[in-house]
């Protein structure tokens, strides 16, 4: 049964039937499921075996001391809420008990209502506790370095780098074009160093208008500026102790430039309307689609500022200089899309799509100007279209398959380049086979699809892909 829908289930130890008959009544009564042990030993044994909510433990009893009990059980558990039941109601004791790992204390006699209410608030802290962690570490592991898509020699070089300057302090400048992946690789760096478990916070410069993005990086105190009815937290503050990842840091201006030079030389920075001067704990990474160094030429990026933030460059390739990943990629986002929409799933839930070979020869054609963000959004598109597990090119978009023709390299003989890809291969072959059937077919366009064996529609996307001009030779 998934843990909402399952009753919060608590262990009563303790050597005194009454009060063990007492608590039973009580915590069944209201919704829990209890479990009873009558000494300490009994206890200790019934958690080897199960997982429980709550342990309710008394204090004194024959075999062993409550307070022995509680620190056996947090060198197994550390974080099973203990609730320590005691007639000896003291300071000393709660002492005693808070320092062995008890949550908390209760004094016998009890009132059933307070006693209930503070079990309640308990067994929920815990499972908040519990649940952030896990979506923590979900979070973690979603953008670790090594489940970035991507098993291109280039792409190995950017994950080995990751692996290396994850865990400093340095500031990172990632470059690269639009749609390579920049944030998530950001993300990556982020969630591999010491500062994993504290905030990511994303600033788009490019966005935001000038006057609009210092506040959001500084903040601003009341009456800054018109409109300043209150105070406002900047993401500096936000990401104290954690990473700010500064996007198209290019279209900074100048006085921005100026305040974040100061930001990370001497770790501190004022609001805007402020003269007050706070110290902040930021690891900076910063992406650029512009050619900074370009720009500080021109005039247009500081130069001291360049080199503060180029400590480290990562630059990321684009996609059609690294074709070799995009089967694994269109394999990832077929998952993540699949699950979206609930279409071709097997029984554990992994997708059961893979485009046809058409489809993927023209997919591995196309020149990707918008890199791994186009190349996510055709595969979404193709998920949604799709009415089998083998889409073909009826589920890609025009533009695609009218981008010109693949492009064959070739040595200087005419023949295939040495180190043409397996597509390139193929689609030579098949260029040279559908020539020569159309040759022998008078270019009839319709007799060469029946003796190919082929679908005249398919034949006629074949033909645009290869860039086979059948105009001239058909006249």
Not at 63 to 72: A, H, K
Not at 130 to 140: G, H, I, M, T, Y
Not at 186 to 204: C, D, L, W, Y
Request: net charge negative; with cysteine.
């Amino acid at each position: 049964m998934p843990e909402f829908q399952r009753l919060p289930r608590v262990l009563v130890i303790d050597d005194e039937e009454d009060i063990r008959d007492s608590l039973e009544a009580l915590l069944t009564l209201e919704g829990f499921q209890v479990e009873l042990a009558f000494n300490g030993t009994e206890g200790l044994q019934r958690l080897e075996r199960a997982n429980y909510d709550l342990v309710l433990l008394d204090l004194m009893m024959p075999d062993r001391s409550g307070l022995e009990v509680i620190q056996e059980i947090r060198q197994r558990d550390a974080d099973t809420p203990v609730f320590l039941i005691t007639a000896y109601g003291s300071v000393e004791v709660a002492v005693q008990a808070i320092k062995a790992g008890a949550n908390d204390y209760f004094s016998k006699p009890w009132d059933n209502e307070k006693l209930i209410i503070e079990i309640r608030r308990m067994i929920d802290a815990a499972r908040l506790e519990r649940e952030n962690r896990q979506l923590k570490q979900a979070l973690k592991q979603r953008y670790q370095f090594q489940n970035i898509v991507g098993k291109s020699e280039r792409m190995a070089k950017v994950l080995d780098l990751i692996a290396q300057v994850a865990p400093s302090r340095s500031t990172i400048l990632v470059t690269g074009e639009t749609g390579t992946g920049k944030e998530s690789i950001a993300k990556a760096i982020h969630a591999n160093s010491p500062r994993g478990e504290q905030m990511f916070i994303t600033v788009s410069a490019g966005s935001l208008p000038p006057e609009l993005l210092e506040s959001s990086l500084f903040g601003h105190v009341q009456g800054a500026f018109a409109g300043a009815t209150a105070a406002r937290q900047g993401a500096i503050e936000a990401a104290h102790r954690g990473t700010l990842y500064l996007d198209e840091i290019a279209t900074l201006s100048m006085e921005t430039q100026t305040k974040l030079m100061r930001l990370l030389q001497e770790k501190e920075y004022s609001p805007i309307g402020s003269t007050e001067s706070i110290k902040a704990d930021v690891r900076l990474l910063a992406a650029s689609t512009q050619d900074l160094r370009k720009m500080v030429e021109e005039g247009r990026f500081r130069e001291d500022l360049y080199y503060r933030l180029n400590v480290i460059n990562i630059a990321l390739p684009a996609l059609r200089d690294r074709k070799e990943d995009i089967p694994p990629l269109i394999e990832h986002f077929f998952g993540v899309y699949c699950r979206e929409n609930e279409k071709f799933l097997d029984a554990q839930g992994h997708s059961q799509l893979r485009f046809d070979s058409d489809a993927m020869q023209i997919l591995m054609d196309h020149a990707w100007p918008g890199n791994v963000r186009e190349l996510e959004n055709v595969v979404e598109r193709a998920v949604v279209l799709a009415s089998s597990e083998s889409p073909g090119a009826e589920v890609l978009p025009d533009h695609l398959l009218h981008a010109g023709g693949l492009k064959i390299r070739r040595d200087e003989g005419g023949n295939v380049a040495a180190d043409a890809s397996l597509f390139e291969l193929v689609a030579d072959f098949e260029r040279h086979r559908i020539m020569e059937q159309l040759e022998k077919s008078n270019w009839s366009q319709t007799e060469a699809a029946q003796v190919l064996q082929i679908p005249l529609s398919t034949l006629n996307q074949k033909i645009k892909r290869l860039g086979i001009d059948v105009k001239k030779r058909g006249t």
